[in-house]
């Protein structure tokens, strides 16, 4: 059993940074890939950013694409979601996902999620 715990949530002003978090514990998560996507009220979760186990590869939604950045800290079991640039459309829950696949965009490759953090994004 892996427990996902997401931070680093907040209201900014537009064109601001924030960084989130996701500790993993229960097991090392080293050996899995790991993922974000966010939903906003009345939409479907989407597919943000995914890295593979060792941190080598990235996968990012077009609208992210240049703006944010994935990365993990294998010895902290960690993943980072570094987001540069924040626009009011990317207002939503941010939520942290663990996959056996190396590296997946799809939310049904994903075994384990977080509750998520809030990121509010004003004009």
């Known amino acids: 059993q892996v427990q996902l715990v997401e931070s680093g949530g907040g209201l900014v002003q537009a064109g601001d940074s924030l960084r989130l978090s996701c500790a993993a514990s229960?097991?090392?998560?080293?050996?899995?890939?790991m993922g974000w996507f966010r939903q906003a009220p009345g939409k479907e979760r989407e597919f943000v950013a995914a890295?593979?186990?060792?941190?080598?590869?990235?996968s990012y939604a077009d609208s992210v694409k240049g703006r944010f950045t994935i990365s993990r800290d294998n010895a902290k079991n960690t993943v980072y979601l570094q987001m540069n640039n924040l626009k009011p459309d990317d207002t939503s829950v941010y939520y942290c996902?663990?996959?056996?696949?190396?590296?997946?965009?799809?939310?049904?490759?994903?075994?384990?999620w977080g509750q998520g953090t809030q990121v509010t994004v004003s004009s």
């Open positions: 890295i593979g186990w060792s941190g080598s590869t990235t």
């Open positions: 996902a663990a996959t056996r696949a190396s590296l997946a965009t799809g939310r049904l490759a994903y075994a384990y």
């Open positions: 229960g097991r090392t998560v080293s050996n899995w890939g």
